[in-house]
């Protein structure tokens, strides 16, 4: 939302994107965030046998599968596709603004070869997160539903178990792969990349340059 902000061509907008608003917007998510996971406490138990912490209920755990796919798995994805197509849209428009009108038709093909290669990293990012997120909570409500209607061996627990903590680290690891998901995907984020490299391992040379001058004319 803060690139959706800074990249309006609506000044109004602009306004909303800086440190103060930044600020208690983070103090508001972390609130919302504990007032949403308020419920958690209250319905898990420590087990003696194995020693573990869990769900204590079956009907919780269902609530908690679909409650967790709509608002850990849906709603971020949705938001992060929606705001991210309208970024690129602000972003369009502003290159459209500063444009020369000798260059529009070079300018217009390379614009649209961005965009494809923003939207392509873009749809990547959220049908990735969106796979992870959803596949964890789905896989949850099939555990409390076959909980619910059918005992259960040793190997059935422990494989349900192991699947469940498989789905777990996967969504932890999910959020922290978009510098690899658009390196793999977009041959315009690597050369970015690159650039940002060369212009990084330059940066040594220029100033052993501006010393080595200095030396010459003392």
């Known amino acids: 939302m803060q690139w959706f902000l800074c990249s309006s061509t609506n000044a109004t907008l602009r306004r909303w994107s800086n ?4 600020s208690r917007t983070i103090l508001l998510t972390i609130l919302l965030n504990g007032l949403i996971y308020s419920h958690m406490p209250f319905n898990y138990t420590i087990f003696v046998s194995p020693r573990s912490c869990a769900i204590a209920t079956s009907s ?4 908690y599968s679909i409650w967790n796919l709509i608002c850990f798995a849906w709603i971020p994805t949705i938001c992060m596709l929606i705001f991210g197509l309208l970024t690129i849209r602000h972003v369009r428009q502003g290159k ?3 444009a020369a009108q000798n260059t529009q038709n070079n300018g217009q093909r390379n614009q649209k ?6 939207i392509q990293m873009l749809i990547i ?3 990735v997160y969106g796979s992870i997120s959803t596949a964890n909570s789905v896989f949850q409500l099939y555990v409390s539903i ?3 209607v059918m005992v259960k061996n040793d190997f059935e627990k422990v494989r349900d178990n192991s699947v469940l903590s498989v789905t777990n680290a996967t969504t932890i ?15 315009l984020f690597r050369s970015e990349l690159m650039n ?8 040594p040379g220029l100033s052993n340059t501006i010393e080595t001058a200095r030396q010459t004319t003392n």
């Open 19 to 22: 440190i103060r608003i930044a």
């Open 60 to 63: 919780y755990q269902a609530f």
């Open 96 to 98: 459209k603004r500063v």
């Open 113 to 118: 070869k961005i965009d494809r290669q923003l």
């Open 125 to 127: 990012q959220c049908l």
């Open 146 to 148: 076959t909980n619910s």
């Open 173 to 187: 690891f999910g959020p922290c792969m978009s510098f690899y998901l658009f390196a793999l995907s977009s041959q």
């Open 196 to 203: 940002l490299f060369r212009r990084k391992s330059l940066t």
